[in-house]
């Protein structure tokens, strides 16, 4: 079975605060994906990576970053918290290739207060 | 701007019925189409993907696919109270798109 793991299944921060959210997989899966999730508005994708130090920019990449140093590893990072970016992340792998499918981690809860 | 529909419902069905979720998509050059099932305030789940047209039936699911038509379609049979969840459709081209998915609501 697929594993994704994430660091912390809730969090609540200040505004400002650097926020480091941490994905790992046990698959050895090429892709990795950054998602939020909110109420009305559904997944939306954030980052993506197809490789070992590969990023590619989402639908809404404003405000985070990244990093993949390791093939397992995928990190999201939110540079100064703001409240706006109160919300559900969701990491997923998956198989190489744009058209497979995805595995989810159980996501991160997190408040920006 | 390539988007995928869902009826957002709450769709209420009898325990034992057929549920029938179904997906519209605009982008005529997608070409895997996935069903993934979220519970209240847990992760999406992948429960069927497609890639030709036709039926595809994997357990009591069946995913329908109409490339012609752009929708694809979700059947549940014999609805248990567990197959209440939020149903997402994710349809693959260039990029991935999600619906904003389905309530489902088996009614015991």
């Known amino acids: ?113 | 701007q390539k988007e995928v529909e869902q009826n957002s419902g709450p769709l209420s069905v009898p325990e034992g019925a057929i549920a029938s979720l179904n997906c519209t998509y605009s982008d005529r050059g997608s070409q895997s189409f996935f069903w993934y099932r979220q519970y209240s305030g847990k992760s999406p789940e992948l429960i069927m993907f497609i890639y030709s047209n036709g039926d595809k039936e994997d357990g009591r699911f069946t995913a329908q696919l109409n490339k012609a038509s752009q929708y694809v379609s979700l059947l549940i049979r014999d609805s248990q109270p567990s197959d209440s969840a939020t149903y997402l459709c994710a349809v693959t081209g260039d990029k991935i798109i999600f619906g904003k998915g389905t309530r489902l609501h088996i009614l015991p």
């Open chain 1, 1 to 113: 079975d697929v594993k994704v793991t994430q660091s912390s299944r809730y969090l609540v921060k200040r505004t400002g605060e650097k926020v480091f959210l941490e994905c790992v997989q046990d698959m050895d899966h090429e892709n990795m994906f950054w998602y939020r999730q909110d109420p009305g508005l559904g997944l939306r994708l954030i980052y993506f990576s197809y490789d070992v130090k590969m990023k590619e920019k989402g639908d809404i990449p404003e405000g985070y970053s990244v990093s993949r140093e390791k093939k397992e590893r995928f990190s999201l990072i939110l540079e100064s918290a703001s409240t706006n970016q109160t919300s559900m992340y969701l990491c997923a792998s998956g198989p190489p290739g744009h058209y497979y499918e995805q595995y989810f981690g159980p996501g991160t809860r997190l408040t920006v207060t």
